[in-house]
C-alpha cells in the first residue's frame, strides 16, 4: 500500500463548480500535511497547509480527519486557472522528509 | 518564501556520461533535499544534501550514482553519473526555509534531463 494515495483523476469541471480532492496516508505518526500545486512541466508549489483544524484560503479549503488518516481540499468557484495536478503531502513524526502522493489532475473548462 | 533557482534548466546527455546540477538559495537554509520526478510520476527523495558533511540517501539511491556536494548553506549539486536512459528525469532541488517559522518545503524550477 502506498504511504498517501490520491486519485489520480482527471476531474473535468467547468468553471464556477466546486470540486473536492481527497488524500489518505498509512502513517498514523505523521505529523504535518499539505497541498501542493503543480503545472504541467513546472515545479509543486505549495498552496497550504493543512491544520487540524481545518484551514481556509480565499477559494480553497483544507481538512485533516486524523482517526480517518484522511485529508481533503475543496475547491470553489473553479477558475480556468486551478487546473493543474494537486499533490497530497505528508511528513512523518520526527523526520524531515515529505512524502507525496502521485497527484490529482484538475481540468477546468469554460 | 526562499528563491531557489537550478541549472542547467535542461540537457540533453548521452549515455555513460555525467551531469552536474547546481542549485542556488538566495538566502541561508538548514535543510536542503534533492528530488527525481520521473515521467508521469511523483516526487521521490533522493537525499538529504548535508552541510559539511555526507549526503543522506533513501533507500534505493547511492552516493556513486549520485554524488552530493553542500558547502555552505545557500548551494547544493547533484551529480548523475554513468547516466543511462532510466535517468532522464526532472531533478528538483527543495529547502525549508529558516525565514519561514513553520514547516514548509519549496522547490526549486527543477533540471529536465534527457538521455540518450
Known amino acids: 500500500r502506498k504511504e498517501v494515495e490520491q486519485d489520480p483523476g482527471p476531474f473535468n469541471v467547468p468553471e464556477g463548480a466546486t470540486v473536492a480532492f481527497n488524500c489518505t496516508y498509512s502513517?498514523?505518526?505523521?505529523?504535518?500535511f499539505f497541498w501542493y500545486r503543480q503545472d504541467c512541466r513546472k515545479e509543486p508549489k505549495l498552496l497550504m497547509s493543512?491544520?487540524?483544524s481545518g484551514n481556509e484560503d480565499g477559494r480553497f479549503t483544507a481538512q485533516l480527519n486524523r482517526a480517518s488518516q484522511y485529508i481533503s481540499l475543496l475547491i470553489r468557484d473553479s477558475k480556468l486557472s486551478d487546473s493543474a495536478t494537486y499533490l497530497c503531502?505528508?511528513?512523518?513524526?520526527?523526520?524531515?522528509?515529505?512524502?507525496f502522493g502521485t497527484g490529482t489532475r484538475l481540468q477546468v473548462f469554460p | 518564501s526562499a528563491v531557489i533557482s537550478q541549472k542547467p534548466s535542461r540537457d540533453i546527455c548521452q549515455r555513460g556520461t555525467s551531469l552536474t546540477i547546481q542549485c542556488q538559495v538566495d538566502?541561508?537554509?538548514?535543510?536542503m533535499f534533492w528530488y527525481r520526478q520521473q515521467p508521469g510520476q511523483s516526487l521521490t527523495l533522493i537525499a538529504t544534501?548535508?552541510?559539511?558533511?555526507?549526503?543522506?540517501?533513501e533507500s534505493g539511491f547511492v552516493i556513486d550514482k549520485f554524488p552530493i556536494s553542500r558547502p555552505n548553506l545557500t548551494f547544493s549539486t547533484l551529480t548523475v553519473s554513468n547516466m543511462s536512459p532510466e535517468d532522464s528525469s526532472i531533478y528538483l532541488c527543495?529547502?525549508?526555509?529558516?525565514?519561514?517559522?513553520?514547516?514548509?518545503?519549496?522547490f526549486g524550477p527543477g533540471t529536465r534531463l534527457t538521455v540518450t
Open positions: 527543495s529547502v525549508v526555509g529558516i525565514r519561514t517559522g513553520g514547516y514548509e518545503q519549496y
Open positions: 503531502v505528508v511528513r512523518s513524526y520526527n523526520t524531515d522528509k515529505l512524502i
Open positions: 502513517n498514523s505518526a505523521s505529523q504535518s
Open positions: 544534501a548535508n552541510q559539511g558533511s555526507e549526503a543522506t540517501y
Open positions: 538566502s541561508q537554509v538548514t535543510m
Open positions: 493543512v491544520y487540524s
